[in-house]
């Protein structure tokens, strides 16, 4: 099973601070990465898929990228309903795996 | 709209089995992979399940296989999840998500509210 690791854990920021989480894959697996966005008591939303696209609707302050094993999720300039958790998830094959989070506070 | 909608959860025995039901809309249902997905606090966002557009393929965590099963009525553009033999490591919120593969990477671009399932005597 291809394994997600994710750093920091848990980041404190600002609103309009440039927030960078990076995920990190166990073994290469191209662009095929998602990043989705939780808040407390919601289902996960879907932000970015295929490393670097954004999905419909998302804000053009979230951006994706990166290859192989390491890729970031960037939010550059925070806004207050961007505090939340945020999770990778390998879309390469199955099993599906997700990174274990991380918690972006003020 | 897209819509998903799951129900069934529930409180069950250890070793007792729930059926979770999820409804979907505003898409045509067989072009579409389905899973499931579980959250637990201590273990983050665990995947479950997935049935292919057909339902002729399925894909199963480790930790499930044996035990539970997934299925989809088109007829009823509903997935099911199965789950036997439950124990206390399969309390979770369970989430119904439509799975996206275009650009060959599977996501899960739709979800549902969620539906809490609680095994415990």
């Known amino acids: 099973d291809i394994q997600l690791t994710q750093s920091p854990s848990f980041l404190s920021a600002s609103v309009g601070d440039r927030v960078t989480i990076t995920c990190r894959a166990s073994q290469g697996i191209n662009s095929h990465v998602a990043w989705y966005q939780q808040k407390p008591g919601k289902a996960p939303k879907l932000l970015v898929f295929a490393a670097s696209t954004l999905q419909s609707g998302v804000p053009s302050r979230f951006s994706g990228s990166g290859s192989g094993t390491e890729f970031t999720l960037t939010i550059s300039r925070l806004q207050s309903e961007d505090f939340a958790t945020y999770y990778c998830?390998?879309?390469?094959?199955?099993?599906?795996?997700f990174g274990p989070g991380t918690r972006v506070e003020i | 709209e897209v819509q998903v909608l799951e129900s069934g959860g529930g409180l069950v025995e250890p070793g007792g089995s729930l059926r979770l039901s999820c409804v979907a809309s505003g898409f045509i249902f067989p072009s579409y992979a389905m899973s499931w997905v579980r959250q637990t606090p201590g273990k983050g966002l665990e995947w479950v399940a997935t049935i292919s557009g057909s339902g002729e393929k399925t894909y199963y965590a480790d930790s499930v296989k044996g035990r539970f099963t997934i299925s989809r009525d088109t007829s009823k553009n509903t997935v099911y999840l199965q789950m036997n033999s439950l124990t206390a490591e399969d309390t979770a919120i369970f989430y119904c998500a439509r799975i996206n593969s275009t650009s060959e990477v599977l996501r899960c671009d739709y979800w549902g509210q969620g539906t809490q399932v609680t095994v415990s005597s």
């Open positions: 998830q390998q879309g390469e094959s199955y099993p599906l795996t």
